[in-house]
C-alpha cells in the first residue's frame, strides 16, 4: 500500500471508478489539460481522452445543467466546482433539478450526479476560494452531502459517491488536500455514505465534528491523527440521533462525524460532561451544529448541557 495525500487519493478514486464504469466522465472549468486547480484530475484526459474528461467553459450553471440532461440518458458525470464559492451560480440546477428529479419522475428517473467541490478555510485563500456553505446542501430532500476527513476515507467516499444513484455533494476540505498521507489500498472498496464513526472513547464529553476539524480535534485531545482514523469504527446512520443520545447518556467520547475549525478542547470544557460540536459557522450563522443540538434538546433526558463552538464573526470594516 503505497502513502498518499488526499490530492493523490481522490485521483485514484476517479481512475479506478473510470476504468470499472464505460459510463463515468468528468466535467469542469480546468479539468482535463491542466488537471484541476488542485491537480485532482491530472491526467484523466490523456489516459480517457476529451470525450470522457471533458474542460468546460467558465459557466458552473453550464456544467450542472449539462451533467443532469448526461445523468437522465444514463451517464455518470463528475461535476468538478473549483471552489464551494462558486457554486450559488449553479444552486438552482442543483436544488431545482438534480435534487427533484427523482421526485419529478416518481422513481423513473435518478440522477447519478457527483458534485466534486474544495470548500473550507484554513489555506490563506480569498473570498469565494474559502467558504463553508455546507449547510446548503444538508437543508435540501434528494441529496447526500459528504465530507471526507483524511485520505483514506476520501478515495472510498468517492467511490461510494459516483456508485450511488442519486445527487451527491462531494465537499472535499481544502485544507487537508496536502496535510498528511496515509497508506491507501489499491482495492477499489468503498465506504457506506450514510453511517458516522466513533474514533476514541472516553468518560468526560462527547465531541461531534467533521472534515478539516477532525485532526485538528484528535490532536488537541491528544491522539495521534493516523491512528485513530484507521481504527475509527463505522457506528450507526447519521440521521438517526440516538447514537448521540446514547453517546451522551453514557458520558461517552469521542464521537466523530467530521469538520473544521478548532478551539482548545482545555479552554473550552474542562471538566464537562456532555456534548460538544466543533463547527466552522459564524456566530450569527449556525447550521449544521445547530441542527445537532436541536434534536439533542428535543430527546427526553439529554445528558449533559450542549455547548456549540463556532469561529468568530468577521470583523466589521469601518
Known sequence: MAKQNMVKALNQALFQEMERDGDVLVLGEDVGVDGGVFRVTDDLQRTFGSQRVID???????????????????????CEIQFSGFAFQCFHQIENHCARYR????????????????YGGGVRALEHHSESE????????????????????????????????????????????????????????????DVCYRLREGSDVTVVTWGAMVTETLR??????????????????????????RATALDRAVLTNNRKHFHRLH???????????????????????????AALAATPS?????????????????
Open 56 to 78: 468546460s467553459p467558465l459557466a458552473e450553471a453550464a456544467i450542472i445543467g449539462t451533467a443532469v440532461g448526461m445523468a437522465l440518458y444514463g451517464l455518470k458525470p463528475i
Open 103 to 118: 421526485m419529478r419522475s416518481q422513481g423513473r428517473f435518478h440522477i447519478p450526479i457527483v458534485i466534486r467541490m474544495p
Open 134 to 193: 455546507e449547510q446548503f446542501y444538508a437543508h435540501i430532500p434528494g441529496l447526500k452531502m459528504v465530507i471526507p476527513s483524511g485520505p483514506r476515507n476520501a478515495r472510498a467516499l468517492l467511490a461510494a459517491a459516483i456508485r450511488d444513484p442519486d445527487p451527491v455533494i462531494f465537499l472535499e476540505p481544502a485544507r487537508l488536500y496536502r496535510l498528511v498521507k496515509q497508506e491507501i489500498a489499491d482495492d477499489g472498496q468503498a465506504l457506506p455514505l
Open 220 to 245: 488537541a485531545l491528544g491522539h495521534d491523527v493516523l491512528t485513530a482514523q484507521d481504527d475509527g469504527r463505522a457506528n450507526q446512520r447519521i440521521a438517526d440521533t440516538d447514537v448521540l443520545v
Open 267 to 293: 479552554r473550552i470544557a474542562p471538566n464537562h460532561a456532555g456534548i460538544v460540536t466543533y463547527t466552522d459557522d459564524h456566530k450569527q450563522r449556525p447550521a449544521i451544529a445547530a441542527r445537532i443540538d
Open 302 to 318: 439529554p445528558a449533559g448541557q450542549l455547548i456549540r463552538v463556532v469561529r468568530p464573526n468577521p470583523p466589521q470594516v469601518p
